[in-house]
């Protein structure tokens, strides 16, 4: 375990605009039982959370999704589903639709691929390209939350989290509907935090200073 320090300079200041990009983003990934794990926690965080999430869940890909709808009427931050070219501000949720991989760019802009990409651990959307862009564009400001679901998605990606300095979560196993994607990234030994699914946004909360400023 590394020191439990807060990630540093999530908050936009006074002078930011609304949807200026942020200054750290928190990429989840979801599979089996995610409906419920991201309920819980993007309902567990204040409207005015001094971060952007990227959610990556793996979803039919032949059937229009309403799981931005749903969440966002489970949250108190305003939730979407993502475009290319949408720029994750705070307070903001993106989530990857249905057969395209999300990744983010520089200046925090979202870049979805096509739906004929190769799909990896057999998923598209995938983790991996959501976690290692964030990794690269935010360095120490990124966090990586791997919730419940099945197969290792996520697990290269919470690599190189690490390996520029951010920090990573996994849902315990007690409260993951299933363990599979939370214990393969926590065998990687990359893994800070492994927390049971209702202590998840009060621990996003203390990592990017929430309430603080």
């Not at 039982?33 to 979803?59: E, Y």
């Not at 996520?154 to 315990?172: L, N, P, R, T, W």
């Amino acid at each position: 375990m590394i020191e439990d320090s807060n990630i540093r300079n999530c908050s936009p200041g006074a002078s930011a605009a609304q949807h200026d990009s942020a200054r750290c983003v928190i990429a989840m990934a979801a599979s089996v039982g995610g409906l419920k794990a991201l309920s819980v926690i993007l309902g567990g965080l204040p409207a005015d959370f001094p971060a952007a999430i990227a959610i990556v869940m793996h979803l039919a890909p032949d059937h229009k999704s309403l799981l931005a709808e749903i969440l966002n009427s489970r949250s108190h931050l305003e939730v979407k589903e993502a475009h290319t070219g949408d720029i994750l501000y705070h307070s903001s949720v993106f989530v990857a639709p249905p057969n395209h991989h999300m990744s983010v760019t520089k200046g925090g802009r979202l870049e979805l691929s096509s739906s004929s990409a190769e799909k990896v651990h057999y998923a598209r959307p995938s983790a991996e390209p959501l976690f290692a862009s964030v990794a690269e564009v935010y360095q120490k400001n990124a966090i990586a939350a791997v919730l419940t679901g099945g197969d290792g998605d996520g697990s290269f990606g919470v690599q190189i989290i690490k390996e520029k300095g951010g920090k990573v979560i996994a849902q315990d196993r007690p409260t993951s509907q299933d363990f599979s994607m939370p214990e393969t990234s926590i065998k990687t030994g990359d893994v800070d935090f492994i927390l049971p699914l209702d202590e998840i946004a009060p621990k996003l909360m203390e990592l990017v200073g929430a309430g603080n400023g």
